[in-house]
């Protein structure tokens, strides 16, 4: 969900201000600036009931995951480095107020302007970014209307820039359920991708600009990523076979095809699943050197869960990618090292060309995002 084409061979200078601490073991120093490349991955941890958000760096000289803790953010959806400033997306906690979608700029919080910000019924997030010059794009959700409990959710997105510093709001649905998951710039445009409901049906969607269209018009779904290579654009999700169907497929579409194409799913591990009993998606992409790259997981068995990543995936002929499965959980994100590692992350892990690690190791933590730095 997330800004995946900036992998370029940069030595950029990122100042990492930290925040108040809420446990007494964060290892970062928040005044000490960062010259080094390596690894930033984003999510949340909870500890002592709470959850809160941050990001974890990485590099080969120390071998460990430093986390940075970001003012009142819950949880970080995004991040991306741009001009040697660092950008976080995601929502705020409910200490000061209502849940908030915010972006976070070398540590500084700005929430977002968003309709029905005050209303106790309310309630948005943020939950990814890209850019263009100096207009920062950022898709997410906010409370449209009220409803019987609670609000409905609807997808929108944001621009800040210097004239908009918290945001210029830009409704994509109006009370209708619908979440912009990801967002990315073709040729100035933005394109948001994600999904509404409707007659309870769970549409996988695009918007260009604030124009709305099927990915499929028969099957349930959900868009989940977008990267933009040169005139071509590529789109993940997940597909079913039949309305409301429990065989979820993990799909990816190219360009304005409305024909999506299904990848291999995980292996079952359990004989006595059977086979249209499973729910699998690509939750991420990446290209690297003209190829494309997606990260996700297939569940079955309403119990276990199985981590892959795909390569070589291909539309000009019958390819649908070589999956690579490994123990985990829920993937989230992708990236690939100018070294050609591959980088997955999920579940408060990452798999460094397939070896795990923790980023913490005495808290539960989730890991949504990752950006490399070279």
């Known amino acids: 969900m997330r800004f995946k084409l900036g992998f370029t061979c940069l030595i950029i200078t990122i100042f990492f201000f930290g925040c108040k601490d809420p446990v007494e073991d964060n290892i970062d120093d928040p005044n000490n600036p960062s010259t080094q490349a390596g690894i930033i991955v984003a999510g949340s941890y909870s500890t002592g009931g709470n959850e809160y958000g941050a990001y974890w760096t990485y590099y080969e000289s120390n071998g460990s995951w430093e986390r940075t803790d970001l003012d009142d953010a819950r949880v970080i959806h995004d991040i991306a480095v741009n001009n040697g400033v660092l950008y976080a997306v995601g929502e705020t906690t409910w200490a000061l107020g209502e849940q908030d979608p915010a972006i976070w700029i070398n540590g500084e919080k700005i929430e977002l302007d968003t309709p029905n910000k005050d209303e106790n019924w309310g309630g948005a997030t943020a939950f990814s970014l890209d850019f263009d010059g100096e207009n920062i794009y950022i898709s997410g959700n906010y409370a449209s209307q009220k409803a019987s409990f609670g609000g409905v959710s609807s997808a929108c997105y944001w621009i800040v820039n210097s004239n908009n510093p918290s945001g210029k709001h830009y409704p994509l649905e109006n009370g209708v359920s619908s979440d912009a998951f990801a967002i990315a710039i073709r040729n100035g445009q933005p394109i948001s991708v994600g999904w509404y409901m409707d007659e309870h049906k769970i549409i996988p969607a695009k918007w260009v600009g604030s124009n709305r269209s099927k990915l ?159």
């Open 216 to 374: 499929d018009s028969k099957n349930d779904g959900e868009a989940m990523d977008i990267i933009v290579d040169g005139d071509d654009y590529y789109i993940s999700g997940w597909t079913d076979n039949r309305r409301q169907a429990t065989h979820y497929y993990p799909s990816i579409w190219k360009n304005n095809q409305s024909n999506r194409k299904t990848l291999k799913e995980a292996t079952l591990k359990n004989s006595e699943v059977i086979s249209n009993d499973r729910e699998a998606w690509a939750s991420a992409l990446t290209m690297k050197d003209g190829k494309l790259y997606a990260a996700g997981s297939t569940y079955y068995d309403y119990s276990v869960w199985s981590a892959s990543y795909w390569t070589d995936i291909e539309f000009n002929g019958n390819q649908v990618g070589q999956i690579v499965e490994f123990n985990g959980g829920e993937m989230k994100d992708i990236a690939i090292s100018n070294s050609g590692q591959i980088i997955v992350v999920g579940d408060g892990a990452v798999w460094i060309d397939g070896q795990e690690q923790f980023v913490e190791q005495n808290v539960s933590s989730y890991t949504n995002a990752v950006y490399i730095v070279e």
